[in-house]
């Protein structure tokens, strides 16, 4: 066996071995030669039957039901309704989770509920706790929206390295913003230990799982998470723009102050009262009027979730990046490229991040080749692993095409 054909070897043997190859078949992809999507982890690709559904609903429903489809077709509880099919992809049982607006408003409506949460709880010292402490490698989006927040309860933010939270936890905290994978190099936090020393600090953390849902066991009860919000375009593949999610621990329910109540959040939508009584459970997180054709080209495509384990998406995600690692250390020509992504599985997200001195040309050029990546300013290769469409095939040819490249 040659030294280049043994990648190839092993990927067609990996491929024969996976168990979630045929998942494949649910989604809309470009089977030409040559081509491999690597980019799920920006916007994760289209399942078969969203197109179907969505005609349905633009046809039918919206067309020749009109008004009657917010209750004959249930418009009216899509919000939680997708929110119970999304809660197993991250360990939450049903109850907890609503879908709709943005990751961003559901951070903010998270970052100054958690104030309020620590706040109103009678937590230690809880009329001195001003801070809010913010993932300093944050999207920085999050970063903006917990500004606005602590302007909004009275607080100041400080960033703060994940490894180095522990130490700057205090009696002034009044929340923490996490994100669960760090978008710019994939790295995997430490959400079981993060969240049980900011509860040891007498405050509550808020959990961004935008890079993780999906790709990952999350396991929001089982760690006691208080809230946590989430995209659904990325390893979820609601589509470009799909509705995000916002979840909020059972027992955090009934003391959980959004800042932005409406009257789908109303316990009495269609009383029209002057004055707001919040719903109960997790519909308080509700807002407006749900965004339905977009929220049912979400419900449509999570029905590519049927019957997969997480725990089995997660075996195979470390698989893919593990291979693609291997192939790149057998192709690329030493020094080259750098692994920003941390090698440890249990430190690694389903992305890995490559240092490159030259990336912003050398990405445009591996997209011309067919291998579909990402550029992050100012030298970070982003290549993204999602296990139900993806084969280790695909991983083989992307890194020899890369390695061709960089040459």
């Given amino acids: 066996m040659s030294e280049a054909s043994a990648p190839r070897d092993r990927a ?13 078949e649910l989604f809309v992809l470009d089977d030409a030669p040559g081509v491999t999507y690597l980019d799920g982890n920006s916007l994760g690709a289209l399942p078969a039957a969203v197109p179907g559904r969505i005609e349905d609903v633009v046809r039918r429903q919206w067309g020749e ?5 917010w209750q004959e077709s249930g418009w009216w509880t899509a919000p939680e309704r997708i929110g119970d ?30 104030v309020r949460l620590t706040r109103d709880g009678g937590a230690p010292g809880a009329g001195g706790r001003d801070e809010v402490l913010v993932d300093a490698t944050t999207f920085p989006t999050d ?16 960033p703060v390295a994940p490894g180095e939270l522990a130490g700057a936890l205090g009696p002034r905290t009044a929340a923490v913003l996490l994100n669960h994978v760090d978008y710019r190099t994939g790295r995997l936090h430490d959400l079981p230990g993060l969240t049980a020393a900011v509860h040891a600090a007498g405050a509550h953390v808020v959990w ?17 998470v208080d809230l946590a919000v989430g995209c659904t375009y990325k390893y979820l593949n609601g589509g470009p723009g799909s509705p995000a999610y916002l979840y909020v621990r059972s027992g955090l329910q009934d003391r959980f102050d959004s800042p932005l109540p409406g009257w789908n959040s109303h316990v009495e939508p269609f009383g029209m009262r002057r004055e707001f009584e ?11 009027t749900p965004d339905i054709l977009s929220m049912l080209a979400l419900e ?9 384990p997480v725990e089995s998406v997660r075996a195979k995600s470390l698989a893919l990046t593990d291979f693609f690692l291997e192939c790149v250390e057998a192709y690329v020509p030493g020094g080259r ?20 001195a030259d990336a912003a040309e050398v990405m445009p050029r591996l997209i011309g080749r067919g291998v579909i990546g990402d550029f992050r300013p100012p030298d970070a290769l982003r290549f993204g692993f999602t296990p139900l469409y993806l084969g280790f095939g695909e991983v083989e040819r992307a890194a020899r095409v890369l390695a061709e490249v960089v040459a």
Avoid at 278 to 288: D, K, M, N, Q, S
């Fill in 12 to 24: 067609e043997a990996l491929d024969s071995a996976d168990e979630l190859a045929k998942r494949r």
């Fill in 65 to 69: 039901l009109r008004i009657r489809s």
């Fill in 85 to 114: 099919l999304i809660a197993p992809l991250v360990g939450a049982a049903p109850g907890q989770i609503v879908a709709g607006d943005s990751t961003s408003v559901n951070v903010f409506k998270a970052v100054v509920g958690a």
């Fill in 143 to 158: 970063g903006y929206i917990a500004e606005s927040a602590a302007r909004m309860t009275g607080c100041r933010v400080r």
């Fill in 208 to 224: 961004d799982l935008c890079h993780s849902a999906g790709a990952l066991p999350v396991g929001l009860d089982a760690h006691g």
């Fill in 278 to 288: 919040p719903a109960p459970g997790a519909l308080r997180g509700r807002v407006g």
């Fill in 300 to 308: 449509a495509a999570l029905e590519v979730w049927d019957g997969v």
């Fill in 337 to 356: 490229l750098e692994c920003l992504t941390p090698r440890a599985h249990a430190e690694r997200g389903s992305q890995i991040t490559l240092g490159c």
